[in-house]
């Protein structure tokens, strides 16, 4: 069992937890992530590593409520415990590898969609206690779901927040204050992107046109997260490359997109219905017709 | 009572259990046990025992249920093997110990899997437990995964006195016999669950959720933590594909994949975990797992045929499997190989496209290799492929372990005598060392390293 040491409600439906994991904490770095299960029946959770104190032995994560599984993780409060923890999983981030002094010549800009903004956070907190200042882009659908603004404010360069409802700062896509930048003069030498993978797919064709090389974190359906089961293949260039082992992050430009996120859909009655199992009971059983149940 | 013949043993009907995840073969009951075991010659030369990996005294402990000593015979077996409920079930005794039988010469050999089996289950029901007598050692091993090789070398280690600690990176014990071996092959709380609580109870401790490679390296167990020698047990865990178009589309799974939702996260019955369930899966693949994932896909309701490239002759898997699953109604589509996963607008399987095979001339193997027949391509239709080509050795530890030796296959290498690896104190078994195998190869490995784990701290002394 691994204790939950603090948990909070950080937007509607997304939850922040700092979990004592020893285990994790001795050897992570920013871009692996971890999986979790709630308890003795829950699914393996993919979640990528938020924040981690190798003293304090703990690993943050933010995990949105969107099946089951994730359901019954609401409701954990600090001293509560998760039955599974386990990582750190998946390669580290590229930039832990690149000579700092090589960094400082790179302008960096990273690109969080909702609740990416979780993950792009220890990359960009990474940089600065290296010295490096990156410019961030956070955007999400509405106010309401803007997260870690004042974590993010003290370790980035320049932020900038969007909404696509235009309830908070700027108005519109991601994509639009990248091309706004630009329109300003301003230039990048890395884009690192965290976010849905259409927002990656949008922001990676735009990257593509401005010739600024891009970092995709892929999160695809992954079973057991050590190389196991291929459940999180993708197509990069002209490869198979498991997100796993292989990754999580890749060359945004060579990944495709389309099939990745064909292959995200794969699950979604089941889990659909078993999420409504979750949160009202055993009440659905496909009778009504529109789900696609089968009795 | 005809001594040419084994004493049948009692199955579900084929029927009933299309449709069910219970145990398909029933086992033998006490006067079953007793009366095959009265088959057996006593060889003074038992040929039986040099066809079994971990050397089990076979005829002794034959002569036991024979007897009626059933605590006797569990003795005897407990010497050798830590793992005897699950051999017992999932051994390919007919090219083991059975297919040295003497027995076999003129009729059928003696049902020595059955009766290891039973004689297991009647420890299990009867509460005995296997014993330590060895003087505590105060040396620390650890053993990296939990599968057979782990377990039968982490067992061996304690028995003589080690401090052994298990590391299983995911978040159940037991490695293939939990997460690739199908419930109704090998019972997991009935079967799996106690071997691993006799494991235990021989003082072999066991950490879940630890990835060595990741969350610690073999280099931290030794200088941080202390151990003095290490068993890499970590199994042939990566997924083979073809290679062939289409085969990333919505409802290709690898087996692997497929198996890990069923079994160890149990989509076979109420859990979070989905699976998909389709109305016509192809399997392609001839081997035990392929068979395992088609005789899955059948219970949860599926159509399921099984795509093999060679013929009836060169299946891989157990001639039992291959019965099983023909009574089942699993369909064979042999001498066949597939060229291309077809599938629809929005991205799902809906046909695999295949070309009929000839068998060959024979290859290095030995096995007549299939030719394709020119022109002879046909479509299946069908909403979900399972691929299992067999799997190799996860890289995980290899890539972050300075000075261990592997091959091309990605396999470690070790000496064969003592299983050492080219780093000193570090030993291997298993599939890591020899690609996808048996249970109970592994589980011969994992002992043959315990002793060379023992011959190693002995001479290093204190």
Known sequence: MYSILEAKELADCIYEFVVKAPNVSANCEPGQFVIVRTDEDSERIPLTICDYDREKETITIVVQVIGASTFRMKSLKAGDSFHDFVGPLGRPSELIDTPIDELKQKKILFVAGGLGTAPVYPQVKWLHEHGVDADVIVGAKTQSLIIMEKEMEAVAGNLYITTDDGSYKRQGMVT???????????????????????????????????????????????????????????????????????????????????????????????????????????THHGGCGHCGGDK | ???????????????????????????????????????????????????????????????????????????????????????????????????????????????????????????????????????????????????????????????????VTVFEALHELGGVLVYGIPEFRLPKEKVVKKEIENVKALGVKFETNTIIGKSFTIDELIEKYGFEAVFIGSGAGLPKFMGIPGENANGVFSANEYLTRSNLMKAFKESDTPIMIGKKVVVVGGGNVAMDAARTALRLGSEVHIVYRRSEEELPARVEEVHHAKEEGIIFNLLTNPVEILSDENGWVSG??????????????????????????????????????????????????????????????????????????????????????????AMGAGRKAAQGIDEYLSSKGN
Not at chain 2, 50 to 56: F, N
Not at chain 2, 355 to 365: H, N, R, T, Y
Not at chain 2, 371 to 398: H, Q, R, W, Y
């Open chain 2, 352 to 441: 695999i496209k295949c070309i009929k095979m000839e068998l060959g001339e024979p290859d290095e193997s030995g096995r007549r290799s299939p030719v394709e027949i020119k022109g002879s391509e046909f479509e299946i239709e069908c909403d979900a492929v399972i691929m299992s080509l067999g799997t190799s050795p996860n890289p995980l530890i290899s890539s972050t372990t300075k000075g261990l030796e592997i091959n091309r296959r990605k396999c470690i290498v070790i000496n064969e005598e003592s299983g050492e690896t080219s780093k000193s104190g570090v030993f291997a078994g298993g599939d890591a060392v020899t690609g996808a195998a048996t249970v109970i190869l």
């Open chain 2, 1 to 163: 009572m005809d001594v040419l013949k084994k004493v049948p043993v009692r199955e579900q009907d084929s029927k009933v259990r299309a449709t069910n995840f219970e145990e398909v073969c029933l086992g033998y009951n006490k006067e079953e046990a007793m009366e095959e075991a009265s088959r057996c010659l006593n060889c003074k030369n038992a040929q039986c025992v040099k066809g079994c990996p971990v050397s089990i005294s076979i005829p002794d402990f034959i002569k036991e249920v024979k007897e009626g000593n059933f605590k006797e015979a569990y003795d005897v077996i407990s010497k050798s093997s830590s793992l005897p409920a699950v051999c017992g079930r999932v051994c390919p005794q007919e090219s083991q110990c059975e297919g040295k039988c003497v027995r076999g010469i003129k009729g059928e050999s003696v049902s020595i899997g059955k009766l290891e089996r039973f004689v297991a289950d009647w420890a299990f029901e009867n509460g005995i437990k296997p014993t330590v007598n060895a003087e505590k050692k105060n040396k620390k091993v650890a053993v990296i995964g939990s599968g057979p090789s782990g377990l039968s070398c982490a067992g061996d280690l304690a028995k003589m006195g080690y401090d």
């Open chain 1, 176 to 282: 639009k204050v990248i091309e706004d930048l630009y329109a300003e003069g301003k230039k990048y030498d890395l884009c690192i992107t965290i976010g849905p993978m259409i927002m990656m797919k949008f922001v990676c064709l735009l990257t593509k046109k401005l010739e600024l090389p891009t970092i995709v974190s892929m999160n695809p359906i992954m079973v057991d997260g050590t190389g196991m089961c291929g459940a999180c293949r993708l197509t990069v260039g002209d490869s198979v490359k498991f997100a796993c082992v292989d990754g999580p992050e890749f060359d945004g430009h060579l990944v495709n997109f389309d099939e990745a996120m064909k292959r995200q859909q794969i699950y979604k009655t089941a889990e659909g219905r078993a999420y409504l199992k979750a949160k009202e009971g055993d």
